[in-house]
Structure formats: C-alpha cells, structure tokens
C-alpha cells in the first residue's frame, strides 16, 4: 500500500535552534516528493519539489534531503524563527495518475518557543 | 496578487442541508482539486479538474459534487448525503497535473461545520 509516514509526530524547539523532520515513503513507482509549511487555519505552502534524481534542494533556512533508494527524506531548518510554528507535511507523486497522483502525510506539528 | 480565493473562511450549516463553498483562481492554472482535512489525517482528495467542463472523482467522493464551468473558478457542493461534514475543506490549483513537478497553490480554506 502506498503510505507516507512523518516523525515525529510533534516537536518542541527553542528559538534559535535547528530541527530535522523525518519522512518515510511506500510510494512506488514514485515522480516527486514535496515537503509543505501550513500554518494554523491556513492552507499549505510549498517549501520543496525534488525529483528522484535530487539529493537536496534548498529555500532559505528550509533544506530538504531525499534519499530515493531508502525512500526517506529529510527536512532541515536552521536557525529556528517563532514564525516557523506550524505542521510540515511531505507529500509523494505517483506519476500518470494526473489529479490522483498525491499521498499526502500527517504532518509534524512544530512549535518554537522564546 | 494572483492566488486563490476561498470564500467564505467559516460557514456553519444544519444537518440534512447542502452547502457550496466557492473556490476561484487568477493564476491561469489548467488543474483544480479539492481536499478535505481532519485532525490527525493527511489531506485527502475528493475531486478534481484538469480543464474546463471536465472534472474526475478522487478517494472521497461520496456525498460531494463539484462543476468547473470556466478556467478560474471550481465550486463544491456538500450534499446531505455526506455522512460527516463537518471538517476543513481546501481548494487548490496547479499549472499541470499534480503528477508533474508544478507545485499545489493552496487557498487558506473554509471550515464547515454541520450541527
């Protein structure tokens, strides 16, 4: 069965620190990972695209890893803001299922505190 | 700005009521989607278009309707015919199919509850 799995599923930082987000996939066969910010009562917001072909992609203090052959991805963030309090949510495409091609995890719930 | 537009941000509803719940779009996305969220779940598909007068059911379509009469806009309708309504509804558009690498805008939601 195609799953996503997320750890953990929530965690706690000081401001100023940095945290990593472990992703887990069953996916197969598999076209992208994306790795997703929502913030409380908003609608998600892409962070991370990476094909199978990447190891890491970058967007500001956000790094992604992506490890294909042990279908695990990770995300980084450094440096941790208030502002950053919010669930991370990985994301797997299937390819040539257009529309139903997204499996979509739980999320890590992340609070950062002063 | 271009984005996508939900409206309205909060609705509530008696049981045995349908409801639509609007979803427009100015970014000229071919693809539109509509999820459901729960607590505790991952989002979770119920329809979606990949054009015009065309839309295909996702893993939750029982009890939902949709129409996609022009580009920008993808209303759902919650039937009485959903079991458990009450949940956040988010709509979102992509330049291409999802299984393609353009990413999912995403609107900031509507959260529908039904007593």
């Known amino acids: 069965k195609n799953q996503v799995e997320q750890s953990p599923q929530s965690l706690i930082i000081l401001e100023g620190k940095n945290c990593t987000l472990q992703c887990n996939y069953t996916v197969s066969p598999f076209s992208n990972l994306r790795w997703y910010k929502q913030d409380t009562g908003r609608g998600p917001v892409s962070l991370t695209i990476?094909?199978?072909?990447?190891n890491t992609k970058s967007n500001g203090r956000y790094t992604a890893t992506l490890d294909a052959d042990t279908k695990q991805s990770s995300l980084h963030i450094t440096a941790s803001q208030l502002s950053d309090s919010a669930s991370y949510i990985c994301v797997v495409s299937h390819p040539n299922q257009a529309g139903t091609a997204l499996i979509f995890g739980k999320g890590t719930t992340l609070s950062v505190s002063s | 700005d271009g984005g996508i537009t939900q409206s309205p941000k909060y609705l509530f509803r008696k049981e045995g009521q349908n409801v639509t719940l609007s979803c427009e779009q100015n970014?000229?996305?071919?693809?539109m989607y509509w999820y459901r969220q729960d607590p505790g779940q991952g989002l979770r598909l119920i329809y979606y278009s990949q054009i015009v007068n065309d839309f295909q059911k996702g893993d939750i379509a029982e009890g939902y309707s949709v129409s996609r009469e022009k580009k920008e806009s993808f209303p759902l309708t919650v039937t009485s015919a959903q079991k458990n309504p009450t949940a956040f509804y988010l709509c979102?558009?992509?330049?291409?199919?999802?299984?393609?690498?353009?990413?999912?805008?995403f609107g900031n939601g509507t959260r529908l509850t039904v007593t």
């Open positions: 979102a558009s992509s330049l291409e199919g999802s299984s393609y690498n353009s990413p999912l805008h």
């Open positions: 970014l000229n996305h071919d693809a």
């Open positions: 990476m094909t199978f072909s990447e």
